[in-house]
């Protein structure tokens, strides 16, 4: 079955760390480009890291500096690392398998987790 995993999800103090695992089952984890979403009430989903096949990388404006996403391949897993966390970090963060369009131009889904809750909070 397709499927991803996310975890590590929890509460944490303003200016703490977290770090996101989001592991893969069911497809070729190696072919597909991997981000991080996240959403909070009242809000649309938002783009917050992606990451590449080949490891190129871009961040929302909001987590620049602070987070960083990095993947696996052997452990067809993807993480964000979250430094310095803010209030406004709170939301529902979702792992994205987006197939990569030289890699598989056949029309492969994609594939989301879930959701993982994280909680900034004094």
């Known amino acids: 079955q397709v499927q991803l995993v996310e975890s590590g999800g929890t509460l944490e103090q303003p200016g703490g760390s977290l770090r996101l695992p989001c592991t893969a089952s069911?497809?070729?984890?190696?072919?597909?480009?991997m981000a991080w979403y996240r959403q909070s009430p009242g809000k649309q989903r938002e783009l917050v890291a992606r990451?590449?096949?080949?490891?190129?990388?871009n961040y929302a404006d909001s987590v620049k500096g602070r987070f960083t996403i990095s993947r696996d391949d052997a452990k067809n897993t993807v993480y964000l690392q979250m430094n310095s966390l803010k209030l406004e970090d709170t939301a529902v963060y979702y792992c994205?398998?987006?197939?990569?369009?030289?890699?598989?131009?056949?029309?492969?889904?994609?594939?989301w987790g879930q959701g993982t809750l994280v909680t900034v909070s004094s």
């Open positions: 990451i590449t096949v080949d490891n190129n990388t």
């Open positions: 994205n398998a987006d197939p990569n369009e030289l890699l598989l131009p056949y029309g492969a889904l994609e594939v």
């Open positions: 069911g497809i070729v984890f190696r072919l597909y480009d």
